[in-house]
DNA sequence: GATGGTTGTCGAACCGGTTCGCGTGAAGTG
DNA sequence: CACTTCACGCGAACCGGTTCGACAACCATC
């Protein structure tokens, strides 16, 4: 069930059997009709290492995974999708890689024993030693987020500044005086998770320029700590009546916190955030939000590594995306009845 | 950078380096470490490709991809989480294959190509062309699910039959005797998938056995799809005080459905299913479920299959968990006050 | 009729590892 | 001291593909 075999069978030389195979050299119709005969009644299928091993290629993609264990959110869930169904596309294979605890480890296995021909790396930080270790070695690397200094890189990102900024106009534009920001588990901030560090910066600048009352917040990935975010929002100033989000994961647990609390969304308490889409639209009333296209970004991150494993060389190029905020049920005009 | 450089500058030669790396013969102290000198200051590592071909195993394992293009779960998310995690643990990658449009063709790529060692397979169909493909094969995989006919198979299942049936002794147990089931979506069920046979299977007979009255539908996996599910329950029988599912994405949406019809969970109607665990607490009230152990799953299906991979020929093993009903929020006793 | 360009095929080398068989020198044994 | 045993290292073959150079056969040209 090697070349070999199927060579003798046919009786033709291995090389004959390859080009025919390929194209890369023209065989006589006759031969090849003979060769794939006996492929057909055989059903070979040329070994992947041994190819890989020749022609330097694995036809495989790396997708540096974010830290396990933690929670994932819905939005990753997309982005590994929409990657794996854009990569299959180009006929190309997708390998998970779990950047968790050793994450030097696993990337020594995908670069340095040459698993995959390109990777794309999720969760970025602004400064990123993965994303500066790949563009030192002039590794094939697309980046889902970009660092501090993205001039030079090959990226696909969401404008975060803009859109919590956005966000922040629609409450303002509503008539929202006090405001919370609902961010990322502090640690995420920490390290310089730049969704967290750039909406942080586009929610308070843009606040400063309304004018408005803030609190910002960091909150963990889950509904629990959703929960309690708000109820510490709401303890830390009552007359609070809007929060602006980047946790899709806490989202559920917001919600809960405020109808405890007994406020009613829309009505006496807006909630707006960047989330994706689909996920919005599972909470009630549904989130108004700017929706993440993680679709958008996953296929457009394959199509860029193609192009730069296609044409070594090629300048970098990049995408940043600035969805609207889609309006729909959780925001409202400040001031409808107070309660309580 | 390869093993020959590694030996020259060494002095020795390439069988050495390879003895010194695997320790499948004895090194002398002097040699080896000359040798680990020279590989730490270059910082080799083996091509995995070469690796693969010389041994015969690629040390990665292939995950075969829910049907793409549709809707992914949470369940799903945690399912791939543990199973790149637990892999990790066992030095094995993952390689994400879509079995979306042209199963065919990716299998092919996966088990033909050589690409992967074993096979983990999701979603799976009661008469399942994959399985019976690879048991014919003697390929060494496991399901995360089981067909009809499972004796002779790896999987580790979940017994969807005893949990539908628990929902509905707890829902019966509460007083109610109208209650509906919401199945995942039509051409799901008509394809065969065990979780929606099993569910509805375990759904009916338990209910016929307390004497209920019961519709059962199915539902499109998304908010929407759910929220007009729960209108059609209603509207065909305004009576019902409760429903059982199965159909995580959807319940966001039969939650909305269940607001805006005015009915108050738990008090007005009682809602209960099985859920992975994490997003039965994103709801408000927390959904009453029995939990899917996602996580325990996959890294039971990674553990079962080194162990196949580790001794060909081992017999037959298989999980089947039916965890418990978690009481959280949104079940309560029939007949509370009903509303409009 | 010598010259030149295609077309189709083959053998050999190569990709970068692993593994088997053999040779050598040193240590152990009676 | 001859004889086995063992530790250590080397060279060659192999895994299953791809690719290069060579060559033969065929056709067209001047």
């Not at 990337?107 to 999720?122: H, P, S, W, Y």
């Not at 919590?164 to 901030?189: I, K, S, T, W, Y």
């Not at 889409?277 to 549904?286: H, I, K, S």
Request: aromatic fraction near 4%; glycine fraction near 10%.
């Amino acid at each position: 069930m090697n070349i070999g075999e199927i060579a003798r069978r046919a009786g033709v030389s291995r090389s004959t059997v390859s080009y025919a195979l390929s194209g890369k050299r023209p065989v006589s119709d006759e031969t090849r009709r003979k060769i794939q005969d006996v492929i057909d009644e055989l059903g070979y299928r040329p070994n992947a290492s041994a190819r890989a091993l020749a022609n330097g290629r694995t036809s495989t993609i790396g997708l540096v995974f974010p830290p396990a264990g933690n929670h994932y959110t819905g939005m990753q869930l997309d982005f590994i999708g929409s990657v794996v169904e854009a990569a299959a596309a180009h006929d190309y294979d997708v390998l998970l890689s779990p950047s968790g605890v050793d994450s030097d480890r696993s990337f020594q296995r995908l670069l340095g024993e040459r698993r995959v021909d390109g990777a794309i790396l999720m969760e970025i930080r602004l400064k990123d030693d993965r994303v500066d270790h790949l563009a030192e070695l002039d590794f094939p690397a697309v980046a889902i987020g970009r660092t501090a200094h993205p001039e030079s890189g090959w990226w696909v990102g969401l404008d975060h500044t803009a859109l919590a900024a956005a966000c922040v106009h629609h409450l303002a534009d509503l008539g929202h005086r006090r405001v919370a920001f609902v961010n990322r588990p502090e640690q995420l901030l920490r390290a310089g998770y730049e969704s967290a560090h750039r909406g942080l910066e586009g929610f308070t600048k843009a606040a400063a320029e309304r004018g408005l009352t803030v609190r910002t917040y960091c909150c963990g990935d889950d509904a629990a700590s959703g929960q309690a975010c708000l109820e510490r929002i709401l303890h830390d100033d009552p007359a609070t009546t809007g929060l602006v989000t980047l946790n899709e994961a806490a989202l559920g647990g917001l919600y809960r916190g405020l109808a405890q609390a007994g406020r009613h969304v829309p009505r006496d308490f807006s909630v707006t955030g960047v989330v994706a889409g689909r996920w919005a639209e599972t909470v009630t009333p549904q989130l108004t939000a700017a929706d993440v296209p993680a679709e958008e970004m996953g296929r457009r991150a394959v199509d860029l590594l193609i192009e730069r494993l296609d044409h070594p060389g090629a300048p970098p190029r990049h995408h940043l995306l600035a969805p609207p905020i889609s309006l729909r049920a959780s925001t409202g005009p400040a001031g409808g009845t107070p309660s309580a």
